[in-house]
Antibody, heavy 117, light 107 residues
Framework: QVQLQESGPGLVKSSETLSLTCTVS????????WNWVRQPPGKGLEWIGF???????VYNPSLKSRVTISVDRSKNQFSLRLTSLTAADTAVYFC???????????WGQGAQVTVSS | DIQLTQSPSFLSASVGDRVTITCRTS??????LAWYQQQPRKAPKLVIY???TLQSGVPSRFSGSGSGTEFTLTISGLQPEDFATYYC?????????FGQGTKVEIK
């Protein structure tokens, strides 16, 4: 079955840019929506946005000015870029596959990202 | 944004109990509602989608119902592995939003 794995730095500095990659294995990146979700320590889930395999994106307006999500079909990967980091961006970042209107059926294990000053 | 309010935020129950969690949405969402279970330090797991459809592989003691702006997740016969935090999510209008979570703990 399809598996997702996040990769990227665990510690980034305030005001810098976070880059995370999600690798899709045992399945194709085609025909699904690929999402990023984050969870600050001890808090709930926040949807960041998604990229469709064609490259179409939709972002959460609360983060839209700082977020870019892209897809690389040749590598079966999609990526998150978040700029101008602050301590409020410290969270576990999950990548997840979405079937349209049917929820996020596959998740990565999560990547802890800490923003330091 | 569509707001999702779960109740209760915390509940204490025993193995074998029947528990119900409610999710109220600030707008009608056409049943595009999902429920997730999250164990500590783990990724969420999809339990129910389209308000009442059981995700493949999820035990039948889980069920979902509701329409309009009020939805429920019921666990009939709570098992030790069901003690977790549950989140609802709407997938009708962007941005997708989640409820604040309901933590189910052992009494």
């Amino acid at each position: 079955q399809v598996q997702l794995q996040e990769s990227g730095p665990g510690l980034v500095k305030s005001s810098e840019t976070l880059s995370l990659t999600c690798t899709v294995s045992n399945g194709s990146i085609g025909s699904y929506y690929w999402n990023w979700v984050r969870q600050p320590p001890g808090k709930g889930l926040e949807w960041i946005g998604f990229v469709y395999y064609t490259g179409t994106t939709v972002y959460n307006p609360s983060l839209k000015s700082r977020v870019t999500i892209s897809v690389d079909r040749s590598k079966n990967q999609f990526s998150l870029r978040l700029t101008s980091l602050t301590a409020a961006d410290t969270a576990v970042y999950f990548c997840a596959r979405e079937r349209v209107t049917k929820g996020f059926d596959t998740w990565g294990q999560g990547a802890q990202v800490t923003v330091s000053s | 944004d569509i707001q999702l309010t779960q109740s209760p935020s915390f509940l204490s129950a025993s193995v074998g109990d029947r528990v119900t969690i409610t999710c109220r949405t600030s707008q009608v969402i056409n049943n595009y509602l999902a429920w997730y279970q999250q164990q500590p330090r783990k990724a969420p797991k999809l339990v129910i989608y389209a308000a009442s459809t059981l995700q493949s592989g999820v035990p039948s003691r889980f069920s979902g119902s509701g329409s309009g702006t009020e939805f429920t997740l019921t666990i009939s016969g709570l098992q030790p592995e069901d003690f977790a935090t549950y989140y609802c999510q709407q997938l009708n209008i962007y941005p997708w939003t989640f409820g604040q979570g309901t933590k189910v703990e052992i009494k």
